[in-house]
């Protein structure tokens, strides 16, 4: 995911003093919001070289690969299938041995996802629409046009797919045909960052992250809406300073709900009503990652901290990588995983927070935060178009 924003209303952009572009005719302004420029990381210190790399496998997808300006690419895997998209709406498919099965083109600049889930693969559109295929070959089941440009992945889940669009709604759609089960909207700022936070669901309740800064519980079945909480509230002089997109996914943590925001706060939840069990002040667009009972946060200074998840306090703190631009932050096994924009692969201890191993898989970026398929291989996708499959070993 890379932080770009846009503006929707020229009079603002004016009144701002910044060049736009107009983009497709639709009124939307475009312009970049600028981020660290890549960078090596400190070397290791000596005795912490505790984890080797080996490359499984590399396939560069075809030469026109067009990267995202805005959103990481996804990397979908599962029964053996690997699926991947691009920003001119092509859809790669391939064997987890990295030969590929199927390509399609979508109608739309950007393939959003993908998703496999029940045997197909959902992909949406800058050009608003929701594409269901078949994994097996990419046979066209179903598309459905939405009002706006799709900015996050399809959520599959019980009978339901969730996906949200840049004009402020969430949609329910039958994953049968895309019909429409239910719509949830919320009013947008004028300026926000191209991402927005996939919606989560946790016993029948879906909790989904808007631009203003606001984390909603709504009903599965029906959209109903059971609460709405301000996770950062807007403040600054001018557009940029009052961004507080939820750009990280809700993450359940037992009995609560872990939100954050972009310039704004990690907070957490009660799942019953939404009360407010702790607040600190964090800017992140990362979801965080919960690992047996612990909290681990990359923040937008590349700072990664290890934080208790009943009181909000950071038990530990890495910030070696400050300054460096994460664009990717999970786990895989016992270990923490970072990717920034230069093309390093990091490995963090979860106990200390020490980096415990890097490497350099690209020249490129990488795109997204690696894909862990267990035994200590993953998956990693660079700028370029290549697709990685690592094995991490311990020394």
Known sequence: MTLRIFLSSFRRLVALGFLAILLNGCGIMSWFHSTP???????????????SFSTEWQSRLYGIWQVDPYQGTLIAHGQGQVVVADASGHLV?????????????????TARGPTLAGGVVYAGTDAGKVYALTAKDGHKLWAI?????????????????????????????????????WTFSMNEPSLILRTVATPTVHDGVVYAGFADGTVVALSLSSGAELWRKQVAIPH?????????????????????????????????????????NWSVPMSVYQTPVLDDGH??????????????????????????????????????GSDLLATDNAGYLYVV???????????????????????????????AFSDAGTLYRIKLAKR
């Open 145 to 181: 046009q939405l009002s706006s440009e799709v900015l996050t992945p399809v959520v599959a889940v019980d009978g339901h797919l969730l996906v949200q669009t840049v004009d402020g709604h969430l949609w329910a759609l039958d994953p049968k045909d895309g019909k429409v089960q």
């Open 93 to 109: 498919s391939m064997t987890d041995s990295g030969h590929q099965m199927w390509m399609r083109s979508l109608d739309g600049g």
């Open 236 to 276: 600054g002089s001018n557009e940029l300073a009052r961004m507080v997109d939820v750009a990280a996914r809700p993450v359940i943590a037992k009995d609560q709900v872990i939100a954050a925001a972009y310039q704004g706060s990690l907070a957490a939840y009660a799942l019953q009503g939404g009360t407010q």
């Open 295 to 332: 909290l681990f946060v990359a923040d937008a200074d590349g700072r990664i901290s290890s934080v208790d998840l009943s009181s909000g306090n950071v038990l530990w703190r890495n910030d070696r990588l400050s300054g460096h631009y994460i664009t990717g932050f999970g786990r895989c």
């Open 349 to 379: 201890d979860p106990q200390t927070g020490h980096r415990i191993g890097q490497t350099r898989l690209s020249d490129s970026g990488i795109q997204s935060t690696p894909v862990c398929l267990g035994n200590g291989q993953i998956l």
């Open 37 to 51: 420029s890549p960078k090596a990381p400190p070397p290791l210190p000596k005795g912490q070289d505790k984890v």
